[in-house]
């Protein structure tokens, strides 16, 4: 086992990503205890570093999730990184594992050491990046992400957080040539194709919109969030028949999905299908119980039936979960202007 694990040590500090996995599964395989954290965190750290995020949260729970295994891994990287304080790629792997444990803010200084020691090399601005747009510091995690990206042209995680941040502060002339470049590096990125997507709706232009979306859900058909971004696109192009279609669809992809049930629910509002309409706002508000659309809707149809002060209750719950100032400003109006608004 301490062959496996030294093996292991040795080609994270080397960035031999393949010869570290295959070290760290000999490792798990042959560790002394069933439960050993300490090779899985090892194989989170590889998956991360490849952008294999979904691999990497599975992982997660082997070594992070429990008090006892977090203690064993913090001995055993405190140890590895007394022993290789050197080593830029030691101090990443600290920089990880605080960041998941936890202590975001202290994993900045493991990240700007590994900086420190090895400037070229492209993870440690990829995810000090991540805990400056964690701490919604957008600017300085955009100028992380544009280093990241200098550095490693071809690293698309770099340039898929680089064009939603720019996304975020609404600078979608910045966004979408990062979402084309991942598009380029790897045509069946399905989130690069639905960033895309997003992006190009929020810039108007509906049409390259719709093919992006069509094409996120051929490489990937059960994503309920992009079933539900193209139903929305539909429902603003007044194909209500399309729209309900893919709201089908995100809920058969995740019966649980909220805004979908939430968009039928409107839906049926608008068709007069009433207890149709209600029963799906509850399935929402069964998902997500500050869901403000589902709030909004009940109170609509109680407004509809005429009982005012259920619809004045459900307002007020529309108002206090939406984000949205328009939307709350939206409600206050109409309630104003019909007489309904309470003293």
């Not at 050197?86 to 050491?113: D, N, P, R, T």
């Not at 919109?209 to 859900?217: D, N, R």
């Not at 007044?238 to 049930?261: C, M, S, T, V, W």
Request: hydrophobic fraction near 40%; charged fraction near 25%.
């Amino acid at each position: 086992m301490a062959d496996y694990q030294a093996q292991c040590e040795t080609m994270l500090l080397e960035g031999q990503w393949d010869q570290a996995q295959q070290a760290a599964l000999a490792w798990a395989c042959h560790s002394a205890t069933d439960r050993d954290p300490r090779p899985h965190f090892a194989l989170n750290v590889i998956h991360l570093l490849r952008g294999e995020f979904a691999e990497a949260w599975k992982t997660h729970s082997k070594c992070l999730e429990e008090s006892e295994d977090i203690a064993q891994v913090k001995e055993w990287i405190e140890g590895f990184v007394a022993r290789q304080s050197e080593q830029a790629y030691a101090h990443l792997v600290m920089g990880l594992f605080l960041a998941q444990s936890g202590q975001s803010e202290q994993s900045i200084a493991s990240y700007k050491e590994s900086i420190k020691l090895a400037p070229q090399s492209t993870y440690s601005h990829y995810f000090l990046a991540q805990i400056h747009e964690r701490a919604n510091h957008l600017e300085m995690a955009i100028k992380e992400y544009r280093e990241a990206v200098r550095l490693d042209p071809s690293y698309a995680p770099a340039r898929t957080n680089l064009g939603v941040a720019y996304q975020e502060q609404g600078r979608l002339e910045m966004a979408i040539p990062q979402y084309r470049e991942v598009i380029k590096l790897n045509p069946s990125d399905w989130v690069a194709h639905a960033n895309l997507a997003c992006a190009l709706a929020e810039q108007g232009k509906m049409e390259p919109a719709l093919q992006s979306y069509k094409e996120a859900l051929r490489l990937n058909p059960n994503d309920a969030e992009v079933h539900f971004a193209l139903g929305g696109l539909y429902e603003d192009r007044g194909r209500l028949d399309l729209a309900q279609k893919e709201y089908d669809a995100a809920l058969i992809a995740d019966p649980n999905f909220g805004p979908a049930h939430s968009a039928l629910g409107w839906l049926a509002l608008g068709r007069q299908h009433m207890q149709a309409a209600y029963d799906a706002f509850n399935r929402a508000l069964k998902s997500n119980d500050r869901d403000p659309r589902a709030y909004h809707g009940i109170a609509e149809y109680y407004l509809q039936k005429g009982k005012r002060e259920s619809a004045l209750d459900n307002f007020a719950k529309a108002v206090k979960y939406y984000k949205d100032p328009e939307k709350r400003n939206a409600i206050l109006n109409q309630l104003f202007q019909e007489g309904q608004m309470a003293d």
